[in-house]
């Protein structure tokens, strides 16, 4: 091959790879914008599923059960605003068993008066033990024997409930009143020397009042 076809043989395959560049590179241009881009496509959160608000709470109040023996008891706790907790008030009023045949509120106050009695004496019981006994320290004799005042109180209050609540519910109200005033007596002695059997007592004993003073209230 001379010199000049040489020349015109690599001018021609000059102009062919340029062409063949030219043709390539837009292409391959095309396909790295369309990576990039997908590659900057920030991802979008699954949509979260929307509460359900058309459900309705299954809790229900406890209602009292008309073939219960204790039908009226239940009825009175269950249903009425009172100053003790209401297990309190069934467990005091059903531990009796004239409570099946109770169908008035004062058949309930006479039931509950009579609990509070029992549990008065048993506390006088309780304190006169207490007082007596060998361990108890010198400083809390005096809170008992204040406390013993106290629960006597307590006891004459509840029985004089017994005999005016059957006249005037007002009075056996007001009876209840002044046996917690009574009790009161106590607690304020027991934050001098703190025990708790005593304080434990004293709740109790409260709580018989306050549910007796429910109950006179309630008496039409």
């Known amino acids: ?80 605003r009172l100053d003790v907790k209401t297990t309190f008030c069934l467990q005091v009023l059903r531990s009796n068993s004239n409570s099946t045949t109770a169908n008035d509120n004062q058949a309930l106050l006479d039931i509950a008066a009579d609990l509070a009695i029992q549990f008065g004496n048993k506390t006088v019981l309780f304190l006169k033990r207490l007082f007596k006994d060998k361990t108890t320290t010198p400083n809390l004799k005096p809170v008992i024997e204040e406390c013993l005042s106290a629960y006597d109180g307590y006891l004459a209050q509840f029985k004089v409930l017994v005999q005016e609540a059957k006249t005037e519910a007002q009075l056996g109200s007001y009876d209840a009143e002044l046996a917690k005033i009574e009790i009161n007596r106590c607690v304020k002695a027991v934050t001098k020397t703190r025990n708790a059997d005593i304080e434990a007592q004293n709740k109790i004993a409260l709580d018989y009042a306050k549910l007796s003073q429910n109950i006179a209230d309630s008496i039409d």
């Open 1 to 80: 091959m001379n010199r000049s076809s040489r020349n015109a043989f690599m001018l021609t395959l000059t102009i062919v790879l340029c062409f063949f560049f030219l043709f390539l590179t837009p292409t391959y241009a095309h396909k790295d914008h369309k990576q990039e881009s997908k590659s900057k496509q920030v991802p979008r959160p699954s949509p979260q599923p929307k509460p359900n608000t058309k459900s309705k709470s299954t809790t229900s109040k406890t209602k009292p059960n008309a073939s219960s023996p204790y039908h009226f008891v239940n009825h009175f706790c269950l249903s009425r």
